[in-house]
């Protein structure tokens, strides 16, 4: 049994983590079904089998829209459970009750309630060990199922056909935007990845689609019509319109199937405003399905949505904004949004980066924007090296007197502060992992910290 919250992280740690290394041959090549987290659940009484879940799949904007839908069931009455991942600060956040991170008591009792069913599994010739995202989405289904809570939104971990919480029947699918990522596990092309994603598509159940590229609309398209399973698309069916901006939030009108709302969503970008029309459809889909999700449960639940890491603003005098942006389509939106929400003189981009990501890619949008840049890392082991940044950023014929290089995201974030003006943006992005870093330095949050498995150069 795990004594300690700290045990409980061991064991976990003691897993198979795929987030946090880059093997020769990724999980979803590796793997054909995914009989063995259902072996695991079905030792445990399968609790992943219950009315009410949200499935929320998609590149971009899953965990924002995800949150949103949390946020409206709660304020609809109903008792929730967030699964998500990964995690800014604490493995806690992954598993929320009521849009609130379990107590590390409870994390550890539900480390310790899934532990035998996993030897059970791991001793099974038909099976086999859990990897750690398994296992942690086992925790959450065993949370949910032990709270019988009303309404579960589980947000994908990774693509959709393949991915650990795709073994529920949900009351409604969700598919948000889909872009090139993960190309060496999911695709090479958008319509390679948006089929993959299209897998959490359930026979008859219906499925709101985020807006996406043609290529994606018609994989996932294809994939409804073999479940026979309704679309509800973004753009089409639900409207939304972006009535004013600024760096407090914006106002919106969304035009659902059912009713118009018009409200103040807290969360910047151009981009939300989308996911908050999707978070709408999958709010009426739910409500098609008998659950009584008003009027004013929409209002509320998107005028109180939280999800930090995204656009959000730290601080002022300079503006100091940190956003999770991984690929070169989120980077792009992110930029093209900056002018609207936060004005400013000069801009620092602060930028850390995960390997397996196309870095490249992001380093040529955020180069021709940047007045100064410094590269930097997260103590995640899948990060780029700075200096390797700085070369990507220099191959831009970025100046070099306009590159700074700081091995931790915290003293980057204090120097572009230091150099800056009052009427100058800073913008930490790249990844969610050095975005949480300077969360950290900023708000005073304590890390929660792995020394494993920080990479070697930081150890």
């Known amino acids: 049994m795990a004594a300690t919250y700290d045990d409980a992280v061991a064991r976990l740690l003691s897993l198979v983590d795929h987030e946090r290394t880059v093997p020769a041959q990724p999980r979803q090549k590796r793997i054909y079904d995914l009989r063995n987290v259902e072996r695991l659940l079905a030792r445990m009484g399968d609790p992943h089998r219950r009315r009410g879940t949200v499935h929320v799949a998609g590149t971009k904007g899953k965990g924002s829209t995800a949150a949103m839908v949390e946020s409206i069931a709660r304020a609809a009455g109903y008792s929730t459970g967030f699964y998500s991942s990964p995690h800014l600060h604490s493995f806690c956040e992954r598993i929320r009750r009521d849009g609130t991170p379990v107590s590390r ?83 090479d092309t958008i319509g390679e990845i948006a089929a993959d994603k299209a897998g959490i598509i359930k026979p008859g159940v219906p499925v709101v689609v985020g807006p996406q590229f043609p290529e994606a609309v018609a994989a996932i398209d294809r994939a409804a019509a073999e479940q026979s399973a309704t679309v509800i698309s973004v753009g089409d069916a639900i409207t939304w319109e972006v009535q004013q901006a600024s760096a407090e939030g914006q106002r919106l009108e969304i035009r659902g199937r059912r009713d118009t709302y018009r409200l103040r969503l807290p969360l910047l970008g151009d981009f939300q405003g989308a996911n908050a029309a999707t978070a709408v459809g999958a709010a009426e889909a739910l409500a098609d399905a008998g659950y009584v999700i008003d009027h004013p449960a929409i209002i509320g639940g998107l005028e109180t949505v939280q999800w930090p890491g995204r656009m959000e603003i730290l601080s002022r005098e300079p503006t100091l904004v940190v956003d999770g942006a991984h690929n070169d389509h989120s980077v792009a939106t992110l930029l093209a949004t900056l002018e609207t929400y936060v004005p400013h003189r000069t801009l620092t981009v602060v930028a850390g980066f995960s390997r397996d990501k196309r870095v490249d890619a992001m380093v040529e949008l955020l180069a021709q ?33 306009r590159i700074g290089i700081t091995a931790y995201t915290a003293d980057a974030v204090a120097e572009a502060v230091a150099t800056a003006d009052v009427d100058d943006l800073i913008l930490v ?28 150069d930081l150890r």
């Open 369 to 401: 924007r940047a007045d100064r840049v410094i590269a930097t890392r997260s103590r995640h082991p899948r990060s780029m090296r700075p200096a390797e940044i700085a070369e990507q950023f220099a191959s831009q014929r970025m100046p070099a007197d």
């Open 105 to 187: 008591e409870r994390f550890t009792q539900l480390t310790d309630a899934v532990w035998p069913h996993h030897r059970a599994n791991a001793a099974d010739p038909d099976a086999g060990p859990a990897t750690l995202f398994e296992y942690l989405t086992a925790m959450g289904f065993q949370c949910f199922a032990e709270d019988a809570v009303d309404v579960s939104v589980i947000e994908v971990g990774l693509g959709g056909r393949l991915d650990a919480t795709n073994v529920v029947t949900p009351e409604v699918s969700v598919i948000t935007p889909v872009s090139l990522d993960h190309m060496a596990i999911l695709g």
């Open 429 to 456: 992005t790249g990844s969610l992992f050095v975005v949480a870093e300077a969360r950290e330095a900023v708000l005073g949050i304590e890390p929660e910290t792995y020394p494993d498995l920080l990479p070697p």
